[in-house]
């Protein structure tokens, strides 16, 4: 499920210059505050659908941003996920890592089947019920195919490529992609020739896989065990001292609406009144582990107006005043 934000790798900004699109002007667009090329960046949904979709603009037509960026990104800044995929030893294990790693690359999912004489990939939507800008969705796209022909080393052509939405000059993505586009489907899918899956990969590189691989795997397994409420938990923490505690707030951080998220966090048998009441216990505690903030200011950063709101919920917490908690705390550790 979809309860993180989604990085961004700096090969990407990298990408955008190399096509002589201008990364802050991007990010400004997006509404993004972007300080350095080099670190990875994390955003929202949201967020990350506007960079995407201010890119398709600042190049003039989706198709174009599809295609271009696609050959032009460098294999050597693919993020790792990616590069573990790349070093595969066949276009078949490729694909198959990649679908098990995307969740790692949200928001989408990737589903694999391999049918007859043709093998069906196919982009479904996430745990995120906003739709993805069609230069997302065409750039995936690409890039799936780009894998096994930078893989092999080989002109790899697709059978059949199907969109849910307009992609611009369709022209342009069929002499890319090597067959025939069709938009207005009910799915976004890449149908490839079967038989090309069992190409080997002039990039499988062992020793590298076997080095990325088990961590990979480390923080696949960490981000399915993270429930929709810690994510929740996580968001409002952020935004206690914003003012940010409404739940539209937190559902469009994790690009859902508000009722999927109520009804996933009923399914996890919580609310989310419940847990904008743990957030504000916890982060209350850590503040008032800092000496240097008064207690007027601990009641403001945990969103209340006023001290004595914030006094009554604490002595609900902890039976106590915050001001008593606080000394038997500070007086409890060595000086």
């Known amino acids: ?68 960026l696609a050959a032009t990104f460098e294999s050597d800044l693919y993020p790792p996920t990616v590069l573990a995929t790349y070093h595969a030893r066949n276009y078949r294990d490729a694909l198959y890592g990649m679908a098990r790693y995307k969740p790692m690359c949200p928001p989408e999912t990737l589903l694999v089947n391999e049918t007859g004489s043709h093998c069906t990939l196919e982009l479904k939507g996430g745990a995120s019920e906003l739709t993805g800008p069609p230069v997302l969705i065409g750039t995936t796209m690409a890039f799936l195919l780009e894998l096994g022909r930078r893989g092999t080393g080989q002109p790899i052509k697709a059978r059949s490529v199907e969109f849910s939405g307009s992609v611009g000059d369709v022209k342009a993505l069929e002499a890319y992609f090597g067959c025939r586009v069709t938009t207005g489907s009910n799915g976004n899918r890449l149908m490839l020739d079967r038989r090309d899956l069992d190409r080997p990969f002039v990039s499988y590189n062992q020793e590298l896989l076997e080095i990325l691989s088990p961590v990979l795997d480390r923080s696949l397994d960490e981000k399915r065990s993270r429930s929709i409420a810690e994510a929740v938990c996580r968001t409002l923490k952020r935004g206690l001292g914003e003012g940010r505690l409404d739940i ?28 904008l009441n743990q957030a504000r216990h916890e982060q209350a505690r850590a503040y008032l582990a800092n000496p240097e903030l008064n207690i007027k200011e601990v009641a403001f950063l945990v969103g209340y107006e006023d001290q004595n709101s914030f006094y009554r919920a604490f002595r609900l917490w902890e039976g106590d005043t915050p001001s008593n908690w606080r000394s038997a705390l500070l007086g409890r550790r060595p000086s």
């Open 1 to 68: 499920m979809n309860t993180d934000r989604i990085t961004i790798p700096p090969g990407f900004w990298v990408g955008l210059q190399l096509l002589e699109i201008d990364p802050y002007e991007v990010a400004r667009q997006a509404q993004l505050t972007l300080t350095r090329l080099t670190d990875p960046v994390a955003v929202t949904t949201a967020q990350y659908f506007r960079i995407w979709q201010t890119y398709a603009d600042l190049m003039g037509d989706t198709a174009k941003a599809v295609v271009n």
């Open 248 to 275: 539209r707030f937190v559902a469009k951080e994790l690009g859902m609406s508000d009722r999927t998220l109520q009804r996933r966090l009923a399914d996890e048998g919580t609310t989310f009144k419940q847990l």
